[in-house]
T-cell receptor, first 113, second 115 residues
Framework: AQSVTQPDIHITVSEGASLELRCNYS??????LFWYVQSPGQGLQLLLK??????LVQGIKGFEAEFKRSQSSFNLRKPSVHWSDAAEYFC???????????FGTGTSLTVIP | NAGVTQTPKFRVLKTGQSMTLLCAQD?????MYWYRQDPGMGLRLIHY???????AKGEVPDGYNVSRLKKQNFLLGLESAAPSQTSVYFC??????????????FGDGTRLSIL
């Protein structure tokens, strides 16, 4: 069965520091992978997604993610975090059939000045 | 454009009461989805629709019903609310399915408490 694991429930970083949020997945075939961000009281916004091709994917707001098949990972990175990046981040995995689309439990990011 | 609008934003119900959550989108999207978000659980798909007049079950459909009588609206119903349905509900829509180049657009959520 498909599953998504985000090992870090909460991360705190200083503004200007680099960021890496971890995502591991379990899926029997080539997955489709997504990262979403959720600001407090808001819905989710798509940051980036991986379908195929180049394993390094660029997204909005300066984020990028790298698909590593050997490690079953799709970690999200940003070189320099801004205070406005404080939010909840969700990794998701899916397949091109029906309703097979699963979210991780999320990582809450706090940015300190 | 309003995007995806959810009504109401907050609601408190007693066990056994019924209610309907409304999702409206003005982007002419074919696909619409209802999710619930619970602490430590991420988002889980309840039901979805691939077009007007169609609905399908997601990961956690029990206790919910949906209807898509008009393309722009997707209704989520609770016939007999239970405390386990206390959650934040999100509606989303997209032109195509999850795997197209068109992203899902989410509403701001409905916070529902069942006493």
């Amino acid at each position: 069965a498909q599953s998504v694991t985000q090992p870090d429930i909460h991360i705190t970083v200083s503004e200007g520091a680099s960021l890496e949020l971890r995502c591991n997945y379990s899926y029997g075939a080539t997955p489709y992978l997504f990262w979403y961000v959720q600001s407090p009281g808001q819905g989710l916004q798509l940051l980036l997604k991986y379908f195929s091709g180049d394993t390094l994917v660029q997204g909005i707001k300066g984020f990028e993610a790298e698909f590593k098949r050997s490690q079953s990972s799709f970690n999200l990175r940003k070189p320099s975090v801004h205070w406005s990046d404080a939010a909840e981040y969700f990794c998701a995995v899916g397949a091109r059939t029906g309703n097979q689309f699963y979210f991780g439990t999320g990582t809450s990011l706090t940015v300190i000045p | 454009n309003a995007g995806v609008t959810q009504t109401p934003k907050f609601r408190v119900l007693k066990t056994g009461q019924s209610m309907t959550l409304l999702c409206a989108q003005d982007m002419n999207h074919e696909y619409m989805y209802w999710y619930r978000q619970d602490p430590g659980m991420g988002l889980r798909l309840i039901h979805y629709s691939v077009g007007e007049g169609t609905t399908a079950k997601g990961e956690v459909p029990d206790g919910y019903n949906v209807s898509r009588l008009k393309k722009q609206n997707f209704l989520l119903g609770l016939e007999s609310a239970a405390p386990s349905q206390t959650s934040v509900y999100f509606c989303a829509s997209s032109y195509e399915d999850h795997y197209s180049n068109q992203p899902q657009h989410f509403g701001d959520g409905t916070r529902l408490s069942i006493l």
